[in-house]
């Protein structure tokens, strides 16, 4: 089976940096996009940023100018570089997958990684 798994995230201060990264492991033919989404305490999962499969990214405006989404492909990696970081950026983050596998297309969510940004 097809699974996502975080890693990266911790404690940082105001103005600090993380990189987090998502690691994709199963039977895989194609990765169409992938994708970093974040969910605070009492709040709806909100989407953060996509990279697809030409390249292409996008970013939430909240995020936009400090995070950076990239992929090694042939590892089947994303990360997201975390710049600036504030302390609404406190989350857990998680990975998102399109994958298209021997049983077909499907979305993954990884477990989730935790980033607190505290003094």
């Known amino acids: 089976q097809v699974q996502l798994v975080e890693s990266g995230g911790g404690l940082v201060q105001p103005g600090g940096s993380l990189r987090l990264s998502c690691a994709v492991s199963g039977s895989i033919v194609r990765i169409n996009a992938m994708a970093w989404y974040r969910q605070a305490p009492g709040k709806e999962r909100e989407w953060v940023s996509t990279?697809?499969?030409?390249?292409?990214?996008g970013y939430a405006d909240s995020v936009k100018g400090r995070f950076t989404i990239s992929r090694d492909n042939l590892k089947n990696l994303v990360y997201l570089q975390m710049n600036s970081l504030k302390p609404d950026d406190t989350a857990v983050y998680y990975c998102?997958?399109?994958?298209?596998?021997?049983?077909?297309?499907?979305?993954?969510w990884g477990q989730g990684t935790q980033v607190t940004v505290s003094s």
């Open positions: 998102n997958a399109d994958i298209f596998s021997s049983i077909g297309t499907h979305n993954y």
């Open positions: 990279i697809i499969s030409g390249g292409s990214t």
